[in-house]
């Protein structure tokens, strides 16, 4: 846009206040010497405003986003390389790829990778295969179908705070917790929680099951409802059951969103932070007693705020985006894999 | 109404008894955890430690409410929160619309580069920025200040994509050059042109994004360390500490930091609804 013909650039902005009526080309072709100054300093203004806009409307955007996004993207690289503590942040020292090599020694770090693992293996799996089913059921003709939408995707707009603090409640160890109340009534012991290994892993997962299975059935209802009507029509005069349709219609269609909730729900629990925080007692970041299960972010806090090596809270923090990135890559593989088995 | 539309596009299969049934438990395993949030803090901490658990109101609300409102800080906590997520969503959805419409019909040097940068670091955690903010905060003095929590949420890059994919359909080249040949100045079109047609993608953004800003937890409890000034996330984080004993005021506490956004989907849940379904499609 920038290189408009220069008659149109003067002519259509040229006179008249408001873009009016092009009073010059009533009057004599050479107009005094004051209106073509005139129209000479709009023009300008008009290519200066063409040409330099753009700049001025990206830049608030970029300025918070180089200030506040990019520039400590790139410094916890540079921070990940020194010793720095909480308390002096400002004093740096030097001590190459040690924040790394310690990481790699440390029990706990490993502890906390192979926890993030299996709580995200364990909430993503089933929270997408029951979105899928919510999703399906959503798409047929339902009384109130906007009814139920709303009262799924509700969890959403909890927090994580809230709902981890309720879930600890209902979680209570002792047999007057809701939960091992309920387990009672089928004659089911009641389960320690918090102390043991799975059942603690089991019962972080289901807060996060619980907030964003509505969400993600959402996400998979628009991309079954852009699927064509024919093909369904002609599947079902091939004799597909509603069933077969399901397997062979519905999930093939929506390959590319599923591919997409894997993607999203596994950079979630990469993160996983506030629920196992919030769910050990008195909120501590070791991530319960035996720290059966700290994650990957408690721990990074936890040598951060809490042993005060901001170095080492770098080093993690670099770590868990080279995860990322091999997932990322691992993701992009099956799913070229998948397109050309198809 | 876009349902009877959107439906008209599907199947026109009627769901059976067992969808409904199936619909209806999942309903009530969504609602439940809320309800009995309400539950447990109209009751007292003797009566949640006893079997069976409560499974309907007692009369201790208020009373609860009140020491979660003051002995906890949630009155200010609420207030915070509201200045925070409100000057967030203002900031987001304006400097999001301007830098995707920008990205979206103007041509500029460094276009294709600037906006993959802005895409490439979507997916970045943010893990990964907290150390360098952390000591950014604490060189400039803004700890337990609320700009600590403000400004490096002021933007997003999620944002500018969503506007950019929307505006590239919604808003037509020709009426922009109709404009320009007008002799309107970027400011003008901007107001006239741009900001009405991106209007419906900027109600979405803005509920997404407030509801994201409340809801925020792990910056902000670094951030506002010393808990001066919580935003209710920070304060509930407080509750969990055990600084409040007690079950149903900690659940007071909890109901209170939700109820406003509970309130919000009662009455735009639709809307919300609608954004979620077409930012999925979109994006």
């Known amino acids: 846009m920038t290189d408009i013909p220069s008659d149109t650039r003067t002519a259509a902005p040229s006179t008249g206040e408001e873009g009016a009526a092009p009073r010059a080309r009533a009057g004599a072709p050479l107009a005094d010497p004051a209106a073509e100054r005139r129209r000479a300093r709009r023009s300008r203004r008009y290519r200066w405003d063409m040409k330099w806009s753009p700049y001025a409307l990206i830049a608030p955007f970029f300025l918070f986003f180089i200030a506040f996004g990019l520039f400590p993207l790139l410094y916890t690289g540079w921070a990940s390389l020194h010793r720095v503590e909480l308390g002096t942040p400002t004093d740096m020292e030097w001590v190459g790829l040690r924040n790394f090599s310690r990481l790699l020694e440390d029990e706990f770090f490993w502890n906390a990778l192979r926890n993030t693992f299996t709580i995200g293996l364990i909430s993503t799996v089933p929270q997408l295969l029951m979105a899928l089913g919510l999703a399906h059921l959503l798409h047929y003709r339902l009384r109130g179908s906007m009814f139920f939408r709303v009262a799924i995707l509700t969890p959403y707009a909890t927090s994580v705070a809230a709902a981890t603090l309720v879930f600890v409640l209902m979680f209570s160890r002792t047999d007057h917790g809701m939960i091992n109340w309920a387990l009672g009534l089928v004659g089911v012991d009641a389960v320690d929680w918090q102390n043991g290994d799975w059942t603690a892993q089991i019962a972080v997962s289901s807060i996060v099951i619980w907030r964003w299975t509505g969400y993600n059935a959402l996400i998979y209802l628009a991309a079954m409802q852009a699927i064509p009507n024919d093909l369904y029509e002609s599947a079902a005069l091939d004799g597909a059951s509603r069933w077969q349709q399901f397997r062979h219609v519905t999930i093939p269609s929506l390959r590319p969103t599923i591919l997409f909730t894997c993607v999203v729900s596994t950079i979630g629990a990469t993160q996983l932070f506030g629920e196992p925080l919030l769910f050990s007692q008195g909120a501590s970041p070791t991530g319960g007693s035996d720290h059966q299960f700290q994650t990957l972010g408690l721990y990074l806090y936890e040598q951060g705020w809490f042993n005060q090596h901001l170095g080492r809270s770098s080093a993690i923090a670099w770590t868990m985006f080279l995860i990322l990135v091999l997932i990322g890559l691992l993701n992009w593989a099956i799913s070229r894999w998948i397109r050309r088995s198809a | ?283």
């Open chain 2, 1 to 283: 109404m876009a349902s009877l539309k959107k439906r008209g596009a599907g199947r026109q299969l009627h769901g059976g008894k067992l969808a409904y049934a199936v619909l209806i438990l999942f309903t009530i395993g969504s609602l439940f955890p809320l309800v009995w949030t309400a539950i447990a803090a109209s009751r007292n901490n003797t009566r949640l430690a006893e079997t069976p658990p409560p499974f309907w109101f007692g009369g201790n609300l208020f009373k609860n409410l009140e020491i979660a409102w003051t002995d906890a800080n949630m009155g200010t906590a609420l207030l915070n929160t509201l200045v925070v997520a409100g000057t967030i969503t203002v900031g987001t959805v304006l400097f999001s619309t301007l830098a995707g419409f920008a990205f979206a019909k103007l041509r500029f040097r460094f276009r294709g580069l600037l906006l993959l940068l802005v895409v490439g670091t979507m997916m970045v955690p943010p893990q990964l920025s907290v150390v360098p903010l952390f000591m950014m905060v604490a060189e400039f003095g803004w700890t337990d200040q609320l700009q600590s929590v403000i400004l490096p949420t002021l933007v997003s890059a999620f944002g500018v994509f969503f506007m950019r994919q929307y505006l590239i359909e919604a808003l037509p080249t020709e009426v922009i050059e109709a404009a320009r040949v007008d002799g309107a100045s970027s400011l003008r079109l901007i107001w006239h042109v741009v900001f009405p047609a991106a209007r419906p993608a900027m109600a979405v953004l803005g509920m997404l994004t407030f509801v994201m800003a409340w809801n925020d937890f792990f910056w902000p409890i670094i951030a506002l360390t010393q808990g001066g000034e919580p935003t209710v996330q920070v304060a509930l984080a407080g509750l969990g500490r055990g600084q409040i004993p007690d079950q149903s005021v900690i659940m007071a506490g909890a109901l209170l930091g939700t109820l406003p956004l509970l309130i919000a989907f009662v009455l735009f849940g639709k809307q919300i609804v609608g954004g979620i379904m077409q930012g999925a499609v979109k994006g």
